[in-house]
């Protein structure tokens, strides 16, 4: 089997320890939430940091606490997440979100954190040692030039976290933590279009939550293609959240996942929507616009081509749902097994 | 049929408790005291010479007991007697990414992967050849310095009766490009060998292969060792579906380094290396000239394929053969002309998969059948029916078929799937296709040429009143020990619990060719019933004589033997067992089967006979989204002439496998690969060698699968049974292209069917062009003129017209035309 490089691991009992520790040496350090995504990297070497310093020994982070909104510990894995009954009732476009993201035994393993911090993936890139030799490297990891696109002087790898568009789209905002203080910043902010330095989290800082604004009156919806029920990472993603003032739309916030190196957010979809009613037509102006934002390149599954295509299909999906269309059997189709919406939600009910 | 009380009877498999307990012992759980771990340096380029490997740092690591480079392995060897063209590590050249080019053999994995990367290989790059059409295009460098011309490895070129005039006089002449791209087995179990020499100087090889005796052979060649002084040991396979059917060089590798170091050596591949090893589904390109009547019946066919064999031989004459093999046991053509061409690409060589050669151009007739209903108003189910080959026909390529269950397998799925209500009745985006195959139940001749038994079992019966079956088989997964103790247990009237099964074993057990080309069942089965029955014969004597009871008026059942005139008079099989060995001494016998001689006198002839076949047809319910091209598969049927279900269980699990594993390949599976812009570099990649990008189904794609299994006993089967490991496989890609057309009216003329290809279609159909996705055109290929031989039933005698005077027929048998009988 593919063996990890060695490195000295650190367990933590408190934040501020955790903090004190990665500030001794940032750069060759890296933070370890249920490792799902950390440690196969470093199997393929793509990750060769000399510390490992463990969070999962930090209780604090792992726990929930009711406000108006929610604040969700970094550390809280996503199979507890999806248990938890208030994102289940009233945040259900992250409840959809967090449930499809790759199989039950990682989402035991894998934190809301570690989702949301997620590295950029890119086939040229996601392999191990021998094989990214074998095409000279490429210039996220040991190499020059970017083989998605040869001539572009920044990495193309693909936003692939399901959680982030969606806690995007919610208007959540995270809590840094790092031995100089603590900052909270949207979540839009968190990100940067930049395959490589796709985070704005400085090397020493900790993510440590999550906070979701109060949730009456809103609706959100997030539609994931990929090509199996099961395993795969997003290829596209459309992540809907609005309040609805009757059958107005208000506050209406459309993101995109996984066309670009970081969450979209598709503004000018959004703004045509923006105080009006959801009628089929409007929808479908929406989703048009959401998908000529996406950038998707060939560096992950399926056709480039194809995948812009079904961006417009899954904006005007995740648009139907939060209009309150019973979306169950085009979701069933999508995704190959039941996913909770609003319309299930409503029919258990 | 006699009553059997095993036999047909759905039972929990004798290796079931081990397999759920985790207990079966793969190759990887054998850890031995001193024993050392081996790992590979794999080549990073496509194509290149060797100028220079240099292994001082690497023997240096601490740690580090050996290196070996390809100074150390002279002598090539290869699964064909004509393909031998592969070295345990290469010498002079690198011909894909993932050639193995040294080994390190360290006192742990770890040690020996740190090491493995400071061996330094300098290379001088070669051309790369990623396609067919530069392999075509391009003599030179050739890959290899054998094969037909250039870069092509195998051409061969067959034609039974005139097939010109044929099609020139049938009322329509379809004409149809299909590609099918290639994809790998994706076994759960990465191979792993473990090697030791043992305290009499002999070698010892446990390894994850499916054909020991192969393996066997290919030590004694490549090592230069006697045969006698070699003992290879199968281990249970975790899956092998024909990708651990040829002899590999890290089993090679480690076999040479524990003889050098005199302490076991172990190696076990990860995920991306078995991608490298490959030997999986050839990419085909393959186009069907078919003339048919006005009434549904063919004239006459005319096909040529093309395979992209990658960097080896591996089976891949057999492979080229298989395209064109099977085409005629199914539907009644009567002339027939087959031309193949097989070329070397810079990729992992390609091999027999489950169905070997035969799925491809499975799917291109089984689609072309399709559009020819179509064409002619007929319905596809009814328009097969129509056509199907007469039983116990020798067809126009000189194959014996056996039983033929066909029709009621069409009648059977026709039935359940509700088809005649829905067929072409479904609403736009909904749609069900059928189609329909056949497969060998294992291959006619061997694949080195001899008169020797095909497989061997021995049995020991002794005081204790338990058995031991002893056979060369080797259990992958599919259930052969399970079927060797059921056939003993049954024919001696014992519990299967009762029968102990040593298999696999070179020192041990009569030789049995391997677990490919479903020849197991079959061949070892007839080979168990013949020593079983011996067996019976000898207790029955020795109980008849002390009980004064005829013999023949024995019974064995439940444990015991007795009088059928009165069942009261009789013995436990224990005490049976007693009164024997105290008569005869002590007991034992053994069985053996060959398969019946082919018809078929021509060079190439030898792929293709088998004892007889199985039939398969299957409809899919598929439900596409004419938006986006989105394609879900909800419903299966599928029905299979098994001739008899030994173990019913075990049929219905290769049935339900072949679905999962067809839908794979008809929806999502690609052996793919990176070819980066030339001009700034010569790297050719497998796109994604890993088990998270290679898209295989999950549980939650799998549709409902309503199984029948049609059983006619075939008198040329153990209790009448026939294969079942390949053949479901091969209905449910066509099925599924055809289920798309009749959802939303495109043609996807090629595997996989993907969503973008649906989409691709339906706006072409949008915007006025053909509603298809697929290959434009058969590339030119400067085909040989074809061997003729006329068909059986316009008098001929199985011999080719025009083949030069072949110089000893052993000779040639032992060459191409023998060594082609192979198969998955």
Redesign the interface.
Known sequence: ???LPRFRYRAPRTVEEAAAWLAENPADSMLLGGGTDVLPNMKRRQQTPSTIIGLRGISALAEIHHNDGLTVGAGMTLSNLIAEPRIRESYIGLWQAAAQVATPHLRNMGTIGGNLCLDTRC??Y??????R????FCMKRDGK?C?VA?SSPKCLAVSSTDTAPMLQALGATVTLVSTRGQRRLPVAELFANDGMQYLTRQPDEILTSIALPAASGWRSAYWKLR??????FPVAAAAVAAQFDGTRARNLRVVLGAVSSRPLAAVRAAALGEGEELSDERINAMAIAAAELAKPMDNT???L??RK??VR?LVSDALHEVRGDDMRARRL??A??EVLSTASASAAR | MRPTRIIGQPRRRVDGRAKVTGQTRFADDIILPRMLHCRLL?A??PHARILSVNTARAAHVDGVHLVLTGESFPISYGILPVSHDEHALCRDKVRF?GDPVAAVIARD??TA?VAV?QIDVAYEPLRTFGEPADSLAHDSPRIHDYGDHGNIHKMVALQFGDVDAALAAADHVFDDVFFFEGNTHLPIEQHAAVALKDPDGKLVVYSSTQTPHYLHRALAKSLAMPAAHIRVIATPNGGGFGGKSDPFNHEIVVAKAALLLDRPVKI?L?R?EVFYCHRGRHPVTMRFRTGVTNEGKITGLDLQTLLDGGAYGSYGVASTFYTGALQTVTYDIPRYRFRGCRVFTNKPPCGPKRGHGTPQSRFGQEVQLDKIAEHLKRDPAELRLGMIAPAEMLTANYLRVGTIGLAECIRKVVDRSNWTDRFRKLPLGRGVGLACSSYLSGAGLPINWNDLPHSGVQLKLDRSGGVTVFCGATEIGQGSDDVLVGIVAEVLGIDPFDVRAVTGDTDLTPVDLGSYSSRVTLMMGNAAVQAAERAREIVAGAVGAKLQIAADRLVFADGRVFDSQNPDRGVTFQEAVCIAEARVGTIGSTGSYTPPKSAAQFKGGGVGPSPTYSYTAAVVEV?V?P????V?VPRVWIAHDIGRALNPTLVRGQVEGSVYMGLGEAL?EEQAF?R??PR??S?L??????M??Y?S?????MPEIVTDLIEHPDPRGPFGAKEVGQGPLLPIMPAVANAVYDAVGVRVDQIPV???RI?RALQAKTAGKPARSGPASFPEIAWPEPLLVTPPREGGDGRASNEPERKSRRKADAGIEASAAVRS
């Not at chain 2, 990649?685 to 890993?690: I, M, T």
Request: aromatic letters at 12%.
């Open positions: 089997m593919m063996r086939t040229y996601d392999q191990n040692y021998e094989w030799k074998s095409i000279d030039i083989w040869t090509r199996r029920g099961a395993f795969d599954d399926f056709e081509v194809w295509k079904m299909s189709q999508l190959r097994q | 794999r990073t380029h990414v994995e770890a992967d990367n076990c990860n991306e439900d989204d938006e986006t091209g989105w879900t999502m990176r980066l812009p700034l570099s790297a990649v497998h796109k994604f060698p890993s998270l990008e898209k189904p999950t549980s939650l794609d993907t969503p973008e989409l």
